[in-house]
């Protein structure tokens, strides 16, 4: 199932001690890249969620913002953490003990350290948990956006690759009657000419032609890519990195098609060939 990497959710959490608040947004990019904005508070928890998020995903840029309110009262005056206190306590004893109280300890420097005062009443194990539980529900949600979208794109590869098999059945067709319509064009230059003529020189340029004209081996591996396309379409895994290589294949085999053509109707079919297989690759850069 093909997955965009274009997406976003939002899931709200409500708690005893206030509301959570989940934004994911996710962009195309070529290997996964999470960027996390948190509250003091939740920052502890950001490693256990670094790797869910590596568990479902595989590209793309991913903004994940967590926004908390509270519901604790002003009057109820400031929670403070006693276990990053007690630490903060340790630390500064062991420096007095060795270079000496050089100055009194700034009572509001230690406030403005990072988790002393807990933002959030009652219990902060739980309150923790809910914002993992909540951030898992809005990442399955953000994952069920990018599988919806990924699912509009399938139609347009089909659409395409359908159009491509039909320029590359009708080049296989033209093929025999360009072949002897080149090849009687050189006999009336020869004739025009008024020159005699001359079987090992005619017999020579049409072998030439017939090697610069056949590109039976570029249609044919045409055929092959857009059947591998077809393949990893299907496939449940991210296909994105596959299907641009993809791309670059069936580009230099119309590339080499259109070097090849000896008419404007083998040009103009090299020419159709890339368009689409271009209007492919814009799509696929956002497959995941």
Known sequence: MLKSMTAFARQSCSTDSGTLTWELRSVN?????????????????????RESLRKYLA??????SLKWQ?????????QL??????????????????????????????????????SEPGNRKQLLDDARNSFEQALQTLIANREREGSQLAPLFEQRLVSIDGIVSSVRKMLPTILEKQSNNIRHRFEDA???????????ELVLLA??????????RLDAHVVEVRS????????????????????????????????????????ELKVLIE?????????E
């Open 29 to 49: 990019h070529r290997y996964l890249e999470p960027h996390f904005r948190l509250p003091d508070t939740f920052r502890e928890t950001e490693s256990l969620l």
């Open 59 to 64: 590209r793309g840029k991913i903004e994940c």
């Open 70 to 78: 509270t519901t604790q009262s002003p009057k109820d005056g400031l």
């Open 81 to 118: 953490n006693q276990e990053t206190l007690q630490s903060l306590q340790k630390t500064t004893t062991a420096l007095t003990g060795m270079f000496g109280q050089t100055a009194p300890v700034d009572i509001m420097a230690i406030l403005n350290w990072p988790g002393v005062i807990d």
């Open 194 to 204: 008024n020159v005699e003529l001359d079987t090992n020189r005619l017999e020579q």
């Open 211 to 220: 090697q610069k004209s056949d590109v039976a081996e570029e249609l044919d």
């Open 232 to 271: 990893v379409l299907e496939k449940a895994e991210p296909v994105g990195r596959r299907l641009d290589f993809l791309m670059q294949e069936l580009n230099r085999e119309a590339n080499t098609l259109s070097s090849k053509s000896i008419v404007t109707d083998t040009t103009k079919a090299a020419v």
């Open 279 to 287: 209007q492919i690759r814009e799509q696929v850069q956002n497959v």
